[in-house]
């Protein structure tokens, strides 16, 4: 557990170091509360409810491009600047520093999330919703941020490019978005298995509508557990390349 | 003790390293040379755990690095050619935290820090962030976070490209005090570098292990025993024509060294005796007569002789 922490405490200093971090900060605020007022909260009257639920909406979506751009970098900067053999040439284990490299950014993710809570604080000044719809929405984007950065890291680890890394994740975590579309277009059982990868149709709204049931909470750390698997695979495979 | 057997590696179809075997012992500074591709940085990787070999051991007193390869990083400090550092950070930051990865505790290191700081002469820059340091700190900081963690064996690759003069000379102090810590194994294309740092001399080429030993030892194996250098006072018309009418020499070049010359001869045996009546008997004054030297340029170049693109 130690050099888990010790990749991601450094990791970790790395985004508060860097412009990058704070850029990614500001921009998901900014664009995150513009939404806010202009499509969650709106000129109309609306059920608290449903601004809550506008809000999880719109902030599932600034979360998963955070989660992207923030994840970019773990790996494949380290491997663009050389900084990689530090880490190869450590007695750590490959699963130790995806371990790592996952807690660094999903810490700052959190960070991020926790930013976002002014925005549902500011429907109880005129509002009222229930504090359990608050934390089962929160607790979906987690988890959601949680998967992305495991995509990400993966994506992270195939490309020395930073940029390469982020289309990678973002066509991966764009299909999983997409597949409620498949799941249309095809018959069962593929429509089926086209559904349940649904990242946001099937998973999230129910989170998004304040209920948390158990097999979104086991779709979203099954895929973060998959693709943090599979970084580290591809890591160990490096050495044999 | 470093012990290498029958190293393999192949790149696909290709194979960059093969059948290597060699042993460094403890304390010794070893010079790796070849030429681009002769498979040096891919040797240097296998041993440092960044590659695995697909057939043959590394071993580090007894301890087999595919049985333990945890166990053996720890154990080995590696400089890549660019110096792997994060540059945000403070260089006493940066090596705390490469002996940490390392699985040295903070007391371990800290205990270390003042001497890493004082071999590597970046005492002075301990606090500064490594962005503001110049290329032959940023190598000397390489070097620290290489040896925080007290390794075994330094493996150190072109520690001295890029180097201006000075920094050259004071790289070459830095190397030369880690002998006294560990094995270091350096790989370099300054042929001159690796002459004046190394106990002994590995040569690559085409994958292959072509020669290894002293820097004497290459140079007697490379001047063979009939090529003997002359040192002659006279009329360089008389030496020609006494080197030229020698039935043992079969070839010669004279050059000029201050009043005197210079003659390398190639004899087709060891005929010295013969050869000595014949000068004197010209009347030229014979200097000196001595085995022919290769400079480590001509060693080189004769090992891997009729390999270059």
């Known amino acids: 557990m130690r050099g888990v922490l010790l990749i991601a405490r450094r990791d970790l200093a790395a985004y508060f170091n860097s412009i990058w971090g704070y850029l990614v900060v500001a921009a998901l605020l900014f664009f995150n509360g513009l939404a806010f007022n202009v499509f969650a909260m709106g000129k109309t009257a609306k059920y608290s409810t449903d601004v809550l639920e506008d809000f999880f909406y719109w902030t599932f979506g600034f979360i998963v491009a955070a989660a992207v751009l923030l994840t970019m970098r773990l790996i494949a900067e380290e491997r663009q600047t050389g900084t990689i053999v530090l880490i190869d040439s450590s007695p750590l284990s490959d699963w130790q520093v995806v371990a790592g490299k996952y807690l660094s950014a999903m810490g700052f993710l959190t960070l991020m999330i926790a930013l976002t809570g002014y925005m549902p604080a500011l429907i109880f000044v005129e509002g009222k919703v229930s504090y359990g719809h608050i934390a089962a929405g929160y607790t979906g984007l987690l988890l959601t941020g949680s998967a992305v950065i495991a995509i990400g890291t993966f994506a992270s680890s195939l490309s020395r490019s930073q940029l390469v890394a982020a289309v990678i994740a973002g066509v991966i975590v764009g299909v999983l978005i997409l597949s409620w579309l498949l799941g249309r277009v095809t018959e069962a059982p593929l429509s089926d298995v086209f559904s349940y990868l649904s990242l946001y149709d099937r998973h999230f709204q129910p989170f998004q509508r304040g209920r948390i049931n158990l097999e979104d909470v086991v779709y979203y750390l099954s895929l973060t557990f998959a693709f943090l698997m599979l970084s580290t695979r591809w890591m160990a495979a490096r050495r044999w390349r | ?189 300054i042929l001159s570098e690796i002459s004046q740092t190394c106990d002994r001399i590995l040569v690559l080429n085409d994958g292959r292990l072509v020669a290894q030993g002293t820097e004497d030892e290459l140079s007697n194996r490379m001047a063979g025993s009939n090529e003997i250098v002359l040192t002659v006072r006279g009329s360089r018309d008389a030496l020609d024509k006494v080197l030229s009418d020698s039935g043992s020499v079969l070839d010669h070049d004279v050059r000029p060294q201050g009043d005197v010359w210079r003659a390398t001869v190639n004899m087709a045996q060891d005929d010295r005796e013969k050869l000595v009546w014949e000068l004197v008997g010209a009347g030229l004054g014979l200097r000196s007569l001595g085995d022919s030297e290769a400079e480590l340029e001509e060693i080189f170049l004769g090992l891997t002789a009729g390999t270059q693109p």
């Open chain 2, 1 to 189: 003790m470093i012990q290498v057997s029958g190293l393999t590696r192949y790149y696909g179809s290709h194979p960059a390293v093969r059948d290597v075997s060699f042993r460094i012992e403890s304390n010794e500074i070893v010079g790796f040379l070849g030429l681009n591709g002769a498979g040096k940085s891919t040797t240097l990787k296998v041993l440092a755990g960044l590659l695995l070999p697909n057939a043959g051991s590394v071993r580090i007193d007894d301890v087999d690095a595919l049985e333990a390869p945890d166990s053996i990083r720890a154990r080995i400090g590696f400089l890549p050619e660019d110096p792997p550092l994060y540059t945000e950070m403070r260089v006493r930051d940066f090596l705390l935290w490469a002996g940490r990865i390392k699985g040295r505790s903070d007391s371990q290191i800290k205990a270390r820090m003042a001497e890493v700081l004082k071999i590597c002469q970046i005492s002075h820059v301990a606090d500064r962030v490594i962005d503001t340091l110049s290329h032959g700190y940023r190598k000397r900081v390489g070097i620290a976070q290489a040896i925080i963690h007290e390794p075994d064996l330094v493996i150190l690759d072109e520690p001295i490209s890029g180097l201006d003069p000075v920094q050259i000379v004071e790289m070459r102090d830095v190397i030369k005090a880690l002998k006294k810590h560990c094995t270091v194994l350096i790989s370099s294309h």
